[in-house]
């Protein structure tokens, strides 16, 4: 195989927490992170999936230095991000960008659609104010907007449209990579399709290699070439798409897809549900081995003590799980 495009090796992000006002000490870490090993090649599509808290925003944020990592390495086309400072980081910063959950939120409501898309451009690149109503023209019919709304602002625009602007200002600057934080989450159904038909269509058109967040995966399933499963700051599992929808390994990703609706009424009756005990443990207070195990249906002793390594299933699956091969 080919050198990977974008690989994290053992990335860990943690927050210490501390107690006190005049005498503060730590009483704690947030292991929101902790030890991803991830290897992705140029133009492919990672849907990250996971319920909420699981470490999936944090991991992304990581990816592109908006939180530097505790440890581990994120090395993107041979740079090592983790290392880079000041006007190196900046530089490197042209080849990856965010489109961030929320399109309400994301946007700066005293700008226009040009002043915000031109400032995007202009951050990295030296182009002649001549050019750019074209460049920013350009971007705005990419993302399936009319030139004509440039000079409106972000409250006279839908949900749906506004996250279009979104994505037109991350591909301002030609990335190679985008991190798309759950960028459909915060829309309506009839707008969601929209957006990620958008999304996978300019991964093709462009070769950008896409990592989308989200905790549906009934939307990821449509988008990506492979999927990753994260539970309490691990990757439990990962592997392309359509194996991992057909044949989940992980006790959890089994639990997950058996909560996706299934869209004919004979199959969806007969559907059955994993349904979960507890609820998920505290990042400050991890379990003991499995993170999984206290909710697990299949774990059994060894689980609680021994916490199972990433390990390769079969060519291209990875699964940690003690029991994978018993229970798969």
Known sequence: MSEPFLELKEVRTHFPVEHGILFRHRVGTVRAVDGVSLRLQRGEVLGLVGESGCGKSTLGRTILQLLPPTEGAVILAGKNLAELRGGALREARADFQMVFQDPYASLNPRMTVFDTLAEAIGAHKQVPSAEMPARVAALMEKVGLSRR????????????????????????????????????????????????????????????????????????????????????????????????????????????????????????????????????????????????????????????????????????????????????
């Open 149 to 328: 709304f440039v000079k409106k602002y972000p409250h006279e625009f839908s949900g749906g449209q506004r996250q279009r602007i979104a994505i037109a200002r991350a591909l301002a600057v030609e990335p190679k990579l985008i991190v798309a934080d759950e960028p459909v989450s915060a829309l309506d159904v009839s707008i969601q399709a929209q957006i990620i038909n958008l999304l996978a269509g300019l991964s093709r058109e462009m070769r950008l290699t896409l990592i989308f967040i989200s905790h549906d995966l009934s939307v990821v399933k449509h988008i990506s070439d492979r999927i990753a499963v994260m539970y309490l700051g691990k990757i439990v599992e990962s592997g392309p798409a359509a194996g991992v929808f057909e044949k989940p390994l992980h006790p959890y990703t089994k639990a997950l897809i058996s909560a996706v609706a299934i869209p004919d009424p004979e199959r969806e009756k007969k559907r059955q549900r994993i349904i979960l005990s507890g609820d998920p443990p505290s990042p400050l207070r991890p379990p003991s081995g499995c993170a999984f195990h206290p909710r697990c249906p299949d774990a059994n002793a060894d689980c609680s003590r021994v916490t199972p390594p990433l390990e390769e299933f079969q060519t291209g699956r990875e699964v940690a799980c003690l029991r994978a091969r018993e229970i798969s």
